[in-house]
């Protein structure tokens, strides 16, 4: 955690080794055009490389970043204490070269130095990586990182997706504006990346690759397949054809389709009962087959 004291002036500051502290002064105030520069990449958290802190206006607490913040305070004991910070609000930053507290800008009033490459004053947000590509994106109205040139905004699931989404994925509206279905982490502002599904729901890259390891191929949300599964049903044809069921157990049940919403009837089987519809074994059965009880049944 990146938490410090509340006491500005007590506020313990972690500094590149450049000698002594006259030389640390005398490196960010010269007139070289360099000293915005001074420190670059050298300061900051785990999340983001930056030459600030901020002052966090709801607990009035300094912390690198807002994942720094949120991390601490979700650790609470006391659950009526744990909060987000709201990134806009911040109004506070501390530069972590000189520690000088000032209002939120680009550059330091005291010493000069720039306290990100990267700036943007609507978010409060500061990063000295620029290799990330970050950009604002005003319908967003947060900073996202991968290049804005990368990237469009889908008005209807409310968020940034890849270009190659653009005309060539199902919308869901506010899709984005949810919690992951597998780990529950809003994805809004997930840091995280993010997988859009065919039936256009969306989750955490990495959840979803979890989810495909454990042989689950349905959307948690919908439960419509999460691509195309024709080769598998294909092979579940062949397994059904090829294991003829007891004369006890051939009836008809009647099935909703999880992918088409169809419903419509199937014979019967342990392996799975087929859409008339779309030929999708991704179903499930509404009611009991009519009149048919199994043979281990027996009567109250």
């Given at each position: 955690?990146?938490?410090?004291?509340?006491d500005t002036n007590n506020t313990h500051v972690d500094r590149p080794q450049v000698g002594n502290q006259?030389?640390?002064?005398?490196?960010?105030?010269?007139?070289?055009?360099?000293?915005?520069?001074?420190?670059?990449?050298?300061?900051?958290?785990?999340?983001?490389?930056?030459?600030?802190?901020?002052?966090?206006?709801?607990?009035?607490?300094?912390?690198?970043?807002?994942?720094?913040?949120?991390?601490?305070?979700?650790?609470?004991?006391?659950?009526?204490?744990?909060?987000?910070?709201?990134?806009?609000?911040?109004?506070?930053?501390?530069?972590?070269?000189?520690?000088?507290?000032?209002?939120?800008?680009?550059?330091?009033?005291?010493?000069?130095?720039?306290?990100?490459?990267?700036?943007?004053?609507?978010?409060?947000?500061y990063d000295d990586d620029t290799t990330k590509k970050q950009f604002h994106c005003h319908d967003c109205?947060?900073?996202?990182?991968?290049?804005?040139?990368?990237?469009?905004?889908?008005?209807?699931?409310?968020?940034?997706?890849?270009?190659?989404?653009?005309?060539?994925?199902?919308?869901?509206?506010?899709?984005?504006?949810?919690?992951?279905?597998?780990?529950?982490?809003?994805?809004?502002?997930?840091?995280?990346?993010?997988?859009?599904?065919?039936?256009?729901?969306?989750?955490?890259?990495?959840?979803?690759?979890?989810?495909?390891?454990?042989?689950?191929?349905?959307?948690?949300?919908?439960?419509?397949?999460?691509?195309?599964?024709?080769?598998?049903?294909?092979?579940?044809?062949?397994?059904?054809?090829?294991?003829?069921?007891?004369?006890?157990?051939?009836?008809?049940?009647?099935?909703?389709?999880?992918?088409?919403?169809?419903?419509?009837?199937?014979?019967?089987?342990?392996?799975?009962?087929?859409?008339?519809?779309?030929?999708?074994?991704?179903?499930?059965?509404?009611?009991?087959?009519?009149?048919?009880?199994?043979?281990?049944?027996?009567?109250?």
């Amino acid at each position: 955690m990146n938490c410090e004291k509340d006491d500005t002036n007590n506020t313990h500051v972690d500094r590149p080794q450049v000698g002594n502290q006259e030389d640390a002064d005398d490196g960010c105030k010269n007139d070289s055009p360099k000293r915005e520069d001074y420190g670059k990449m050298l300061y900051g958290c785990e999340h983001y490389r930056r030459r600030c802190k901020l002052r966090t206006p709801c607990c009035n607490q300094v912390f690198t970043c807002r994942h720094c913040h949120n991390e601490a305070t979700s650790a609470l004991s006391n659950p009526k204490e744990r909060h987000e910070l709201v990134r806009q609000d911040v109004k506070l930053v501390i530069c972590a070269v000189c520690n000088t507290a000032q209002e939120v800008s680009g550059l330091c009033s005291e010493c000069g130095i720039k306290f990100g490459e990267y700036f943007c004053e609507i978010c409060k947000f500061y990063d000295d990586d620029t290799t990330k590509k970050q950009f604002h994106c005003h319908d967003c109205g947060i900073c996202r990182v991968g290049g804005r040139e990368n990237f469009f905004h889908c008005p209807k699931c409310g968020s940034c997706y890849s270009i190659g989404l653009r005309d060539n994925h199902s919308c869901v509206e506010n899709a984005m504006k949810n919690h992951c279905p597998i780990c529950y982490e809003f994805l809004f502002d997930s840091v995280k990346g993010t997988r859009i599904m065919k039936c256009g729901h969306t989750m955490h890259t990495d959840c979803y690759s979890e989810m495909i390891s454990q042989n689950q191929y349905r959307c948690p949300i919908c439960s419509k397949s999460v691509f195309n599964m024709s080769s598998i049903w294909e092979g579940l044809d062949q397994e059904i054809e090829a294991t003829a069921m007891p004369e006890e157990y051939r009836y008809e049940v009647p099935i909703l389709c999880n992918d088409c919403n169809s419903t419509s009837k199937a014979f019967f089987h342990i392996f799975g009962h087929k859409c008339r519809q779309c030929d999708s074994f991704n179903t499930r059965t509404i009611t009991r087959g009519e009149d048919h009880q199994s043979p281990c049944s027996t009567n109250n």
